[in-house]
């Protein structure tokens, strides 16, 4: 179906009316609940009376969140009420983003119908038959069968559906959630759930245009991450998405297949000459005009004593005149990459799975006839090699897909939720398209969209990382790099990609091995206790220490350590250790997937760049990387994707 304007008009009003339940809602919890005070006041938890052990239990997970967020924003003007009106904004839209996910769902025929009718879904019927009364009221049992839905999504979806996540630690009182399930089950919204943009769409609408308004009438300029985010959400239109992604990923492989794709049909934008000749390898194209002039109509022409000079070519000259294409080898499909930088709900990433789809079919086709080898790193093995079957192979594209071509960053937190969904969405269409069963289908472990964030600000729980990732005598650089790292990743979720983060991690590691050359190269005995801390930033560290040698091929293997120790330390999180150091293991892995997307080389970037100016925070940063930006992140955003 279209979506025109009076549908969207729909979607626009269910979102403000969910999301206006909900801020009642949770603004009240809050208070009333839990102790926490708009104003970023905190109610002892010793003074919180009539609460169960569940309550007070996540009366204190709350808090700690609370702690983590002021701890990542201290420059804010309110850290603490900063916190509070964020830790409220995140439960809300996981909630809604739950609810709308399922009921995307369900339409699909992906699960059982479970929120379509609230507690009368043939799902939570059978659910409530079999547990009968000893999970308690309805709607206690209607909250305990979504929770095994959530948990059984979180297996593929974890980013929308973890129950642990820090983003979902509310679930809605009876009254809020009904009213929310009549809202969702609105008839005017029954059509829309099986379309693939209306998770964009609720993106689009969940911030409200009065705040909007209201924040560009304070400032000219946005004053933190969440306004940039909210004044530079605009919706991408179809045809600007097909547009890029055709004459970019399209093209790309129309030329590493010299013209012989379907996608030179499926791509309605793609870009071609009627004349276009592919070079080969080591080809180069002739020297000079490749079209001999344009002869002169008859009768234009003079005689042949006094010839005319040949006519100024026309455009329909000029388009039929020969265009030489390089030469671009063939890639295995795992290696084509594609990055949207400021992704929002991955309008650019849903098309272009379309064209992967077709991409990966046919660079099968071409290994199993033999036309072509195409290029790979050491150790891949080929498709024929990996897979018995193209039944199997196909099976397993709309995960490869997902783990190994699409990339997106977003410095909105809900972009990781949205975005995650809409791609999951997708692969299980494509699944059901194949008639695979749901418990056929290949499980996606992981995705490249990341939402570029400050890192952790607990120092604490910094050194506590270092050493138990490190031995003795590397600690003291780690933590040096690491606490110069966190310091750069301040700027993300203003900056987002238009930090430079891998030049930044390049250059705090030789400032690093020079500093520590330096200290080498003097005798111990001149050693003071500042030149040792300037290294290791440890205190307790004595020469001795400092002076242990590192490994020969410590400074070229740095940054890949670091990566995978952060990593390992978010694994470990998930089984223990505490809710804030688990907190500190996610958001510094969240931070270390926006350093990995950002260190990946890709052959395809395209994007709805924000525009307009920067934060104050970034305005200094901006200037030094970007000399050319014209005060506007869409010249930046320019200057960044060229310069890449």
């Not at 980013?159 to 959630?177: A, H, I, K, N, T």
């Not at 969702?184 to 969940?206: F, M, R, S």
């Not at 000259?317 to 990055?339: A, N, W, Y």
Request: glycine letters at 6%.
């Amino acid at each position: 179906m279209a979506f025109d304007n009076p549908t969207r008009a729909r979607l626009a009003r269910f979102v403000t009316d969910a999301r206006e339940v909900l801020a009642s809602e949770f603004t009240e919890k809050f208070q009333r609940l839990y102790g926490l005070s708009p104003s970023g006041e905190v109610t002892p938890i010793d003074k919180l009376k009539d609460l169960d052990y569940a309550q007070l239990a996540t009366a204190q997970l709350l808090r700690e969140r609370l702690a983590h967020l002021v701890a990542a924003n201290p420059t804010a003007r309110n850290p603490a009420a900063a916190a509070v009106d964020r830790l409220s904004r995140e439960q809300a839209f996981s909630i809604l983003n739950r609810l709308a996910a399922v009921r995307m769902a369900e339409k699909r025929g992906l699960i059982q119908e479970s929120v379509g009718r609230g507690y009368e879904s043939n799902g939570f019927r059978v659910y409530s038959t079999e547990a009968g009364s000893c999970l308690g009221e309805m709607y206690h049992r209607y909250r305990r069968y979504l929770f095994c839905l959530f948990d059984e999504l979180a297996v593929d979806l974890g980013v929308l559906f973890d129950r642990r996540s820090p983003s979902g630690l509310l679930f809605p009182r009876e009254s809020c959630l009904l009213k929310l399930l009549g809202l969702l089950n609105a008839p005017g919204l029954e059509a829309l759930w099986g379309e693939d943009e209306t998770i964009g769409w609720i993106y689009q609408y969940w911030n409200d245009p009065a705040e909007r308004k209201k924040m560009r009438d304070e400032s000219a300029a946005p004053r933190n991450s969440r306004e940039l985010a909210v004044r530079n959400q605009f919706f991408t239109p179809r045809y600007v998405v097909e547009f890029l992604t055709d004459n970019t990923l399209g093209r790309i492989w129309y030329e590493m297949t010299q013209g012989q794709t379907k996608l030179k049909d499926q791509c309605r934008y793609l870009v071609r000459r009627p004349n276009e000749i592919f070079l080969k390898p080591g080809e180069q194209p002739p020297a000079g005009n490749s079209q001999p002039p344009v002869a002169p109509k008859p009768g234009e022409g003079g005689s042949t004593l006094n010839p005319q000079p040949a006519a100024t070519p026309t455009q329909e000259d000029l388009l039929r005149q020969p265009v030489h294409i390089p030469h671009r080898p063939l890639k295995d499909p795992r290696e084509i990459r594609m990055l949207d930088p400021a992704c929002g709900s991955m309008h650019f990433g849903l098309y272009s799975f379309d064209l992967f789809e077709v991409i990966y079919v046919e660079a099968w086709d071409l290994e199993e006839v033999g036309k072509a080898v195409l290029s790979r790193p050491p150790g891949m093995k080929s498709l024929h090699e990996t897979y018995p079957d193209k039944q199997a192979f196909l099976r397993d594209v709309p995960r490869l897909i997902i783990e190994h071509n699409i990339h997106g960053i977003d410095i909105d937190p809900r972009c990781a939720q949205i975005a995650g969904l809409s791609l999951w969405l997708r692969a299980q269409r494509a699944w059901k398209d194949q008639k695979i069963p749901a418990a056929d289908r290949p499980q996606i472990r992981r995705s490249n969209i990341a939402c570029a964030e400050p890192m952790p600000g607990e120092k604490d729980l910094l050194r506590d990382f270092v050493e138990q990732e490190f031995r003795a005598e590397e600690r003291g650089v780690f933590l040096r790099l690491l606490e110069t790292i966190f310091v750069k990743m301040q700027l993300a979720g203003e900056a987002g990609s238009l930090l430079k983060i891998e030049e930044e991690i390049r250059n705090a590691i030789e400032e690093a091995k020079q500093a520590w050359a330096k200290l080498q190269h003097r005798p111990a005995e001149l050693f003071s206790t500042s030149d040792l801390n300037a290294v290791s930033k440890q205190p307790e560290l004595d020469a001795t220490a400092a002076l242990l040698p590192l490994a020969s091929d410590f400074w070229e293997t740095a940054e890949s350590r670091l990566l995978a120790a952060l990593r390992d330390y978010a694994e470990q999180a998930e089984t223990g250790g505490g809710f804030q150091r688990r907190l500190f293991a996610e958001d510094a892995a969240r931070g270390f997937a926006f350093i990995d997307v950002c260190r990946k080389r890709y052959d395809a970037v395209v994007m709805n760049p924000p525009f307009g100016e920067s934060s104050d925070r970034c305005l200094e940063y901006f200037n030094k990387v970007y000399p050319a930006w014209n005060a506007n992140m869409l010249c930046a955003s320019a200057t960044g994707v060229s310069g890449k």
